[in-house]
């Protein structure tokens, strides 16, 4: 079990995860690998029906807090982990995702301070065992997407208690969530690292539309009317293309 030292901060790492049987091992071993010791690690599992519990259990020595029982979703089981946080940061590595390396919190505990609200990092892309690094922004400012990789992202964890993930989102209340941050001045510092590996391979253009659409309904209900007009044509665009490319395939 990692234990705490009182000279540096208490990070909170979150896994979430649901019948993630084929990946949820290598997400515990890159966690459990890490070679900081002021961090908690909590589980929380939307009561799985394949193997992945049996695989959590194998690590049950290496995990401080773990739960599992059904949810309503993704960001219902990170709400329900959100309340049961005790660091000062937090950071969700859900099931299938991984930290760059084993140095990545003992790096960026030296970003973490009492100023500023969201510390964030670089990432590598992985599609089909390709790895290319991708940077993220050093000045945050209010878009139409995700600024960076939520994988990428700690959080003081007093902020996420204040304003938790909106569930009626499925895709994109992780986008709500740091847009409200923007929109009230919290304070953003990038970490020059790269914090976790993003695994490509697995997004389809379908939830990329789905995730646009809720993208738009947010924006509608945070945003001014310049704002929200700059975004309807790259809107448009996205679903026109993704249409035209079920044509092209069914031909």
Known sequence: MKTNDSKNVLISVV?????????????????IEQDYTSF????????????????????SSNINIFLSEKDSGIYDAMNK???????????????????????????TAEFLNKNCDVVYGDIYTNKAGNLSLKKSPHVIKNIHRMPFCHQAVFTKTKVLKKYLFDEKYCLSADFKFFKQLILNKSTFQKANIPITIFD???????????GLLENAAIINELDNFVTKLTFLPRLYFVI????????????
């Open 40 to 59: 908690e690690y909590i589980v929380i599992d939307g009561q799985s029906g394949d193997k992945t519990f049996e695989i959590i259990k194998k690590y």
């Open 81 to 107: 982990a959100i309340g049961l946080c005790s660091g000062e940061w937090t950071i969700f590595m859900n099931a299938g995702d991984v930290f760059a390396d084993h140095t990545v919190l003992r790096k």
């Open 15 to 31: 896994t979430v995860c649901k019948d993630a049987g084929s990946t949820i091992e290598k997400t515990l071993r890159s966690v």
């Open 200 to 210: 490509r391979s697995g997004i389809s253009n379908t939830q990329r539309v789905k």
């Open 240 to 251: 026109y293309w993704n249409k035209l490319r079920k044509k092209t395939t069914r031909k």
